[in-house]
Every structure is written in C-alpha cells, then in structure tokens.
C-alpha cells in the first residue's frame, strides 16, 4: 500500500516561517544607515541600485537573468519575470558593510556603516508560475555637513547640515510562463513577465543649524522630517531561446560483476549543454506616492553648552503632500552555457528631473546606469574550489545629484563567489552537486569604487562595500512516498 507522507513537509514550513519572522523583526535593524555621505542630502537620498548579493556581485546586471538553469535558487529582483523561473523555495538574507573615506582636497576621513540588507523569500506555485516577497532598503540618508564663514558685520557663522533615515521597500511580486513547458523543453524558447507590488515607507529627517558667534545672537534650527507611506509598481518580461548546443563527451568508468568475476570497462557518456541568449525589459511608471511633512523653526540662545529656544517662527505638522517618483526603463541581456558561464550586460534610466516633493525638485538631473557582469563555475563534480561560482563585474553611474553645474559619476568594479555549503564528499577532496537539488549557499560581494570629484568644493568618496548573504533552499509541502 502507498501513503503520502506530508509531515515533513509542514514541519519545514513551519521552521522557515519561523525563521523568516524572525529576520523581518530584525528589519528594525534598517534604521542603521548604511551610508554617512554629505550627498544623502539631495532627493531620496542614497538609492538601492544593485540588486541582492548576486547581482551586486555582478555589477548591479540582472535584467535578463533567470535562475532555470542554476541550483541552488536564487532571488532576482531585478525583474519579476524571473520569479516563474523559480524551482524551489529561497529564502534570500544578506548584511552590509560599507567604509567610505571622504577627501575634500584639503583633508581626508574615514567612516564605516554596518547594516542588515536586505530579506527576501520566493516559491513556485506552479511550474509556470513563482512569487516572491521581501523587504530591503529602497534609499539610505546619513550625513553630517559642518562649514562656517566669515562676515565682516556679524563675525563668525557656524552652518550645520546632519541628516538620517532613509525608505524602505516591502514587496510582493509574481511572475508566469507564457510558453507552454512541453515547447520550451523541445525549443529552448521562453516567455515570461511578472510586475512587483511595492509598498515604499520611511522618515528622511533634516536638520539645519545656523549659529552666530556673538552669544547675545539667537541662532536658528529648522527640523524637516518628510514621511513617505504608499504603494508602487514595476513590470517586467524576460525572453530566451536557444542559440546553439554544444556536445560534451567524456569517459566514465562502470564495474560489471557476476558471480565468478568483476571486470572495468569504460563507457562514453555525452552531455548536451545549450547556449541561451535571453533579453530583459522592465518598466517602473511614474508615480504620485502620498507622503506627510513635519517643518519646524524657532530662534535659540545658547550660552554655554545647552540650548534655550526663544521663539518659534513655524510649525507645520503632518502636512499632506505627494511625491513625484519618475518612471524607470531597464533593457538587459544575458548570454549563458548552461551552468558553466554567463554574460550580462544592463542600462536603466530615470528620469528625475521631473522627480519633486512640497514643490521643489532640489536640481536632480536625469540619471543612468550601465553594467556589465560575468558569472563562471569550473563544474559540476571536482574539488570544492571547482564547485564554487565566481562572479565578477564593473558598473558606471551617472547619479542624479547635479551640484555646482556638475553632475556627479560613480563607477566601481565587484566580484564576488558563492560557496555551497553541508555538501558531504562523494571521495577524498571530491564533491558531487549533482547529488543535492536544495544546498544553500554562502553569497560574498565586494565592490570598490568611487564617486564625486573635490572639484568645485565638493567631496569625492573612495568606498569599499562588503555584502555577506545566505541563500536557503528547501521544498515546502514535498510530499513523500513509501511503502508499507
């Protein structure tokens, strides 16, 4: 007699239902910002451009890229036609570090910021269709800005900029098959799009000091805290198809027995890998996100080493205004030899010169980004190091902060590797992950790079960013056969 055993199955569920509400309780950790540049200042702040730890990895590329020919799953969020892709449960969790040292041509300083990343799950539904949840950072704000100068009439003023906070981005995505399975099996083509439902909230808090020198001057503070609460959108749609295959044929090794002898004989084995070109499209429409304004000035004294407000000039709480996000554009391509090696190349681009919130647009000009990012694993079966999937990128950024009649750049240059973990040896020092269809995977990133120029008396950041994630794979509801 044949039962379904499906105990197993909930117990898992449970365990990583578990595990995830406990990493979305650490999500209060997101109140650590993970960057203390003076440009926070401007817009949104500091915003996410590069993807889970793959994808960072490789540049911030992703548009084209699909998990259905790689195990162990991965999450990518970079375009939600990916998530039909999905084949098994992934539970995505990373940390960040980020150290930036500051030069303003005249002196140079250090800062470091350490933060949780980012938390994202997704699971197939059906064979044609995925979804995906998560919760990351959408833009990161902190920053302490001291300058002073000198007037004649008044003496010495002290100006004092600091800032803190940041959105953060809570999303539900989908993604399905437009292909039947049977025909992209026989055809290598594919068809899929999908969309994110996004809900962006945070606080961006900005304070301004302007102190006088003169002790008998009172002095001002205007405290701006801006809180953003609402939903957004962004669609996608992945096509692939089969450009060439190429037969790879070795000897493998195969002991017949009987009962008065054993004999070695070997075998040819072939292997059909297919080479894939796949195109990404993605598309985030322009939106009016609702939002609520805190503006607070008053005149202070300080005598000694404490304040003493004198006067409030305005006071305007939860004040309702909207957010003008502009649209997005994404085009991607990804060229791929099964497991072995991918090729990806990326360009997006916003329009935030029509971006505005309480009527200003601060001068932010349009922004773009390029990346190109390369993905290789030796192989299937070998030493560990064989195994391991390295990555490597590079990315240029033309941001969306225009100061002083420049607009600014960044480029940096990643790579990373990804290391499969409670994989047991098949011989001395030999692996086979072939074996596993649900290993996890410790995920490492790093990217150098720099932004800004100390021309124009303005501040350029050399920075070093570490991104540490953990990707878990398991099937939930698995049901399991056995006999009695």
Known sequence: MTRVNTRTGYYKMIKYTCLFLFLLLSTGSFSQSLTSSPYSRYGLGELNTTGLVQNFSLGGAGIAWRADTLTPSYINILNPA????VRITAIETGLMSNTTQF?????KFTLNNTSFAYLA???PIKRWWGLSFGILPYSNVGYKIHTQENRDSIGLIDHTYQGTGGINKAYLGSGVKLVKESYTQRTGTDLSVGFNASYLFGAINNIRDVAFESPNTYNTEIDQTIRLHDFAFDFGLQFKFRVDSV?????IKVKDSDSTSHTVRKRLKTDIEDITFAIGL?????MGLAATSDYLERTYLEPSTFQIFKDTITNNTNQSTIAKIPGKFGIGISVNRSYRWNVLADFTYQQWSGYSILGENQGLANSMQASLGYQFQPALRGSYFSIVRYRMGVRYNQTYLDIGNSQLTQIGISFGAAFPVAISRVKKHEYD?????NYSM???????GQMGTTSNGLIQENYGRVVIGFTINDRWFQRFKYND
């Open 247 to 251: 037969k790879k044929t070795y000897d």
């Open 433 to 437: 992950i072939n074996l596993y269809r």
């Open 121 to 123: 799950v997704a699971v």
């Open 82 to 85: 990916s998530y039909a892709a």
């Open 282 to 286: 993605t598309y985030a429409p322009p």
């Open 442 to 448: 410790i995920n490492v990133g790093v990217e150098l």
């Open 103 to 107: 030069n303003t041509g005249v002196e």
